[in-house]
């Protein structure tokens, strides 16, 4: 593949395998794509959201007499005015539509308005008057964890705690080597920010909402409940998504704007700005590991010991399932039988976390990694060797008793990843933007040191612990055309032209229609674990096996034949016992086939209370390895190259693939060096993009690529999911890079220029 | 809203465009947006960190959510919609498609509108040209390689058809 997937591969009428182009690029580069911010509607109102700027207070009273005066304004709503459940959750309903009485976290809604112009909402928000009493801030895990400290909300201070014990948990190992590593609270940064429509049914009998979101079902069972309202009365469409990344996967103005719209009888527009984004969605978790690795004296590990704390802020969110997630992977892509682990998800009065790309497994790997490298070091071995000697393969069980009976190609995935060339030695000159530092133009050539590190990781895809998984798909064929109807919330990473590819493969059509993706379907679950290539695949590849059949079933009783005998050949129906070769447009003439079809994966189970059980569906695998340049003065940093080679099953677009493996690599970057939700005492720091820092163009590293593609027998199309993996270890590899370029013991990330370049 | 202003004009995409009863604090990027209905152009940030707002006022790339609408009326306005006269797609925005530089599509038309405004500059730019060039457009998705492969093979047919 190399980074020119496009030429090598032919794109042969856009079937699987190839490089198929999404069908909606060309609108998008035009700006005529309808993001969910670009709705509009007749007679439309504006609203906005008045949120606390306080982590921890008493309400002690609201007044919006002011903000009532204020010609345009048409709707000012408070707690009372929710109709249903005052709160929702997706796993646990802990958290208010508005906060009534007390505000757990900066930024927690109080009250929203609907008025005619964003400005009028605007200083209606500023005009209501709120008077608050502070409340001791719980900022700190530890304190979350002490039974001592009081609870902050009636379902206490720890989400979740969870053990894993396996095999011989005495057993000591030659070597040990320990450490505490530091994770920072990141952000999904998606740049379309939340944006909803929302019309009101006449009377106030439903609504309609066109939102961005990764979950159309989930958001409209909540909103149902929230507003007292049937399911079947509140009809979701999905806007245009501007990415996602687990940011849209729990509420945020989903049951304002609808509660706008209901109050006033009138279409209302809720979009947040970027400042109000940071405050409106949840983040990955900041957390702290610390691990204690045994290994014999051939470098074999013997046990993997310590405890994980991820602090989940305020309210529930998706803590409990990020919990597991990270704590099953503290083991890493590497065989082990023995083991102790605690974990602990945290409620405290930061910011609210939950979902982002890697789902509390960025967090375990960023330890585990830092592991291996101070075992390699106290066995003198290489960093490539000692994850070698480990390499987890198909049939090695987990911590958990799970067995991994995924294709498990991890030392392939380290040996390719090692075979490809490194960059050459940096040539800088005085003042050049290729410096550590960029645009600054601040670093000097002769305090640049080069540092290579490693990272390996395991991932889950799916959602796990018994979840009952599921997605739906419609295929009807009618005159050789397919429309496909399903849920799946494209959010960019191009589920939309897989559809397309399986239909064209599975059909031997040409045109694909696909329909809006809207609740007016069965759920397709949510666009997030690596999840749809798998679930929506599989439910539109299954949809359209159903339709190829009851279409041979006709041809075959037209021509007299066995339907077993018929198969497709590019765009024809093909008998491969006779002469029969006819087109499939012809041969769907004047016919309307439609067929629905469910997938579902295999039952995982809970884990017991040592952490024992089969909770995953299954796993991909994937090295990175990074190079460095470091101002070892100034602290700053360049990523030169990141190789790496991923576990990605069959490839079904190569070009999709690529882009997903680089993003996810500049994601990981991010974490690495530069992005960071500063948080103090529950106060955010830098809710905006000119202090919260995203990789940018000079940023891109050189990115070499190489899909290791071993076919998953686990899967409906014989691909893993591959959105995850690219994200997890290439931040330990930067890290480990950094620590190679400057010999400093750095344990948190990101990585600050103080850590490299200050006493520590 | 009380406090709105009677009329301006201003010129986007080479047509005269009428503002009536507008606040006089609103972007370039609300107005085209909500007023005029040309959504081509994004907002992400509101302050000009992410490029997702890029437009072509005279001729210089800027970002619509830094400049007050009122402010442009004596400027030529070139939007992300008004790149191609016809409606086609300009060979910048078929490469984006052909080469996966689009994935959500947030950042892209703001990318398109700056990767016009380098190449029409500077057409033959060397990599580090282009990365400093689009430095001031995040894109969230892509990690950016698509993007440079995109502009080299631009780059380069724009090349060979010159000759």
Redesign the interface.
């Known amino acids: 593949m190399k980074?020119?997937?496009?030429s090598t591969r032919t794109r042969n009428r856009g079937v699987l395998g190839t490089?198929a182009?999404?069908p909606?690029?060309?609108a998008?580069?035009?700006?005529?794509?309808?993001?969910s911010?670009?709705f509009?509607a007749e007679n439309m109102l504006w609203g906005a959201t008045l949120r606390s700027p306080h982590p921890h207070a008493r309400i002690v009273s609201i007044d919006p007499s002011e903000a009532w005066k204020i010609?345009?304004v048409e709707a000012i709503i408070f707690a009372d005015d929710v109709p249903g459940k005052a709160t929702y959750g997706l796993i646990a309903s802990d958290q208010p539509v508005f906060a009534r009485d007390v505000v757990r976290y900066m930024g927690e809604p109080i009250a929203a308005v609907a008025a005619?112009?964003?400005?009028?909402c605007r200083r209606a928000i500023a005009a209501i008057k709120v008077v608050y009493e502070g409340l001791p801030v719980l900022s700190d895990m530890d304190a979350a964890i002490d039974p001592a400290t009081p609870a902050i909300h009636p379902d206490g201070n720890v989400f979740r705690h969870q053990r894993i014990v396996s095999g011989n948990p005495d057993v000591m190992g030659d070597v040990v080597v320990e450490g505490t590593y530091d994770i920072g609270m990141q952000d999904?940064?998606?740049?379309?920010?939340e944006a909803a429509l929302a019309y009101p049914d006449p009377g106030g009998a439903g609504v309609e909402l066109v939102v961005a979101t990764q979950w159309l079902h989930e958001d409209r069972k909540q909103i149902a409940d929230c507003l007292d309202l049937a399911p079947e009365k509140v009809r979701l469409v999905l806007g245009?998504?501007?990415?996602?990344?687990g940011a849209r996967e729990d509420i945020s103005l989903q049951v304002h704007t609808c509660l706008l719209a209901l109050r006033t009888g009138r279409p209302v527009k809720v979009q947040y700005?970027?400042e109000e984004s940071f405050f409106g969605h949840v983040h990955r978790h900041p957390g702290r590991i610390h691990l204690r690795h045994h290994a014999d004296r051939a470098g074999k590990l013997v046990k993997v010991e310590g405890w994980m704390k991820l602090d989940g802020g305020a309210y529930a969110s998706t803590s409990s399932a990020v919990l597991i997630n990270g704590i099953t992977h503290l083991q890493g892509p590497y065989a082990c039988d023995n083991s102790r682990l605690d974990a602990w998800a945290t409620r405290t009065n930061n910011p609210p976390c939950g979902a982002m790309r890697g789902f509390g497994v960025v967090q375990a790997c960023f330890a585990h990694e830092g592991q291996m490298d101070k075992l390699a070091a106290a066995l003198g071995l290489s960093p490539v060797e000692i994850r070698l000697r480990n390499a987890m393969k198909t049939g090695d069980k987990l911590f958990t008793g799970q067995v991994v009976d995924s294709v498990a190609p991890v030392a392939r995935c380290i040996r390719e990843t090692d075979a490809i060339p490194l960059p050459a030695d940096a040539q800088y000159g005085t003042g050049?933007?290729?410096l550590p530092g960029?645009?600054g133009r601040t670093s000097d050539p002769s305090h640049i040191r080069r540092g290579i590190g490693w990272g390996v990781s395991i991932k889950n895809l799916m959602y796990s612990e018994g979840f009952d998984d599921s997605a739906e798909a419609r295929c009807t064929l009618v005159d050789g055309v397919a429309t496909l109807k399903f849920a799946t919330a494209e959010?960019?990473?191009?589920f939309v032209v897989l559809a397309q590819q399986i239909a064209r493969t599975v059909l031997g059509v040409d045109t694909v229609v696909l329909d809006t993706i809207d609740t007016q379907i069965g759920s397709a679950g949510s666009t997030s674990a690596s999840r749809q290539t798998w679930m929506s695949g599989g439910a539109v590849d299954g949809a359209c096996r159903l339709v190829r059949e009851r279409l041979f079933e006709h041809v075959a009783h037209l021509h007299n034949l066995d339907p077993l005998q018929l198969v497709i050949e590019g765009t024809e129906i093909v008998d491969t016992l006779g002469p029969l070769r006819m087109p499939v447009a012809e041969a769907s003439k004047g016919l309307r086939i439609e067929q629905t079809f469910l997938h579902r994966h295999r039952p995982t189970e809970e884990l017991d209370e040592n952490g024992q059980g089969n909770c995953h569906v299954a796993f991909a695998f994937v090295a990175h390895r990074a190079v460095v340049d470091v101002d070892t003065e100034l602290g700053l940093v360049k990523v030169v190259q990141i190789a790496t080679a991923q576990d990605v099953g069959q490839v079904l677009n190569p070009?999709?693939l690529?882009?997903q493996i680089?993003?996810?690599?500049?994601?990981g970057l991010g974490l690495a060096v530069m992005e960071e939700i500063v948080v103090d005492r529950g106060v955010v720091r830098n809710p905006?993009?000119?202090d919260y820092l995203?990789?940018?163009?000079?940023d891109?590293p050189d990115?070499v690529a190489i899909p290791i593609e071993e076919y998953e027998p686990l899967a409906p199309l014989g691909a893993k999911g591959v959105g995850e993996p690219p994200c997890i270890s290439v931040t330990p590899a930067i890290v480990a890079a950094i620590r190679n370029a400057t010999g400093r013991d750095i344990v948190r990330t990101p990585v600050r220029p103080q850590d490299i370049c200050l006493p520590s | 809203m009380n406090d709105t202003t009677g009329f301006y004009e201003l010129v986007v995409n080479g047509k005269k465009r009428e503002v009536r009863d507008s606040w006089v604090g609103e972007s370039l990027l609300y107005v085209l947006r909500e007023r005029l209905g040309l959504m081509g152009s994004k907002g992400a940030c509101e302050q000009g960190e992410c490029g997702s707002c890029t437009v072509l006022l005279d001729g210089d790339a800027v970002c619509s959510c830094l400049v007050l609408a009122a402010t442009a009326t004596d400027s030529e306005v070139v939007t992300v919609e008004g790149l191609a006269a016809d409606g086609a797609p300009t060979d910048v925005q078929k490469a984006f498609v052909e080469h996966g530089a689009v994935q959500c599509g947030f950042c892209t038309p703001g990318l398109i509108v700056a990767v016009h405004h380098l190449l029409d500059r500077n057409p033959d730019p060397s990599a580090i040209e282009v990365k400093e060039a689009l430095s001031g457009n995040i894109c969230r998705c892509t990690g950016y390689g698509r993007i440079f492969a995109a502009v080299e093979t631009v780059v380069a047919i724009r090349k060979g058809a010159g000759k």
């Open positions: 980074n020119t997937p496009s490089s182009l999404r909606d690029g060309v998008k580069t035009q700006g005529n794509f309808a993001f911010s670009d509009q010609s345009g005619d112009h964003p400005e009028t999904q940064a998606f740049l379309g920010l245009g998504v501007g990415g996602a990344f700005g970027r050049s933007l290729e960029g645009s959010v960019g990473q191009g070009l999709a690529l882009g680089e993003g996810g690599i500049a994601q905006s993009f000119t995203l990789p940018t163009t000079l891109a990115v």
